[in-house]
């Protein structure tokens, strides 16, 4: 277990959906060098897209042919692409749960 009995993977705690936005927030206004989010949110709105697509086909393909654990992990992927994306815009975590 992590930090406040948080589950843990790959030995550092797992992170929920708003914290996950959050940290990604962080490293929008900060810019630490080397951040692979950084240079996503750089390339803008289109490369962003376009990796959104990519991770969608991979949930696809995960969920039909490798199985549970696959497609957690590249949903997971997904979902990350789909904050990166939210930053990029502008976007809150309440702008989009207003339409769910």
């Known amino acids: 277990?992590?930090?406040?009995?948080?589950?843990?993977?790959l030995g550092?705690?797992?992170?929920?959906?708003?914290?996950?936005?959050?940290?990604?927030?962080e490293k929008a206004r900060t810019r630490p060098e080397?951040?692979?989010?950084?240079?996503a949110l750089d390339a803008g709105v289109h490369t962003i897209g376009k990796k959104l697509v990519e991770e969608?086909?991979?949930?696809?393909?995960a969920a039909?042919?490798?199985g549970k654990e696959r497609a957690a992990?590249?949903?997971?992927?997904?979902?990350?692409?789909a904050?990166?994306?939210m930053h990029a815009l502008g976007l809150e975590l309440?702008?989009?749960?207003?339409?769910?």
């Open 34 to 39: 080397g951040s692979g989010t950084v240079a």
């Open 12 to 25: 550092r705690a797992m992170k929920s959906f708003e914290e996950l936005f959050a940290e990604l927030g």
């Open 83 to 85: 904050q990166v994306m």
């Open 1 to 9: 277990m992590g930090t406040a009995g948080r589950p843990r993977r």
């Open 73 to 81: 992990e590249e949903l997971s992927q997904l979902f990350y692409h």
């Open 94 to 100: 309440d702008d989009v749960y207003r339409h769910l």
């Open 56 to 61: 969608a086909a991979e949930s696809w393909m």
């Open 64 to 66: 039909e042919y490798e």
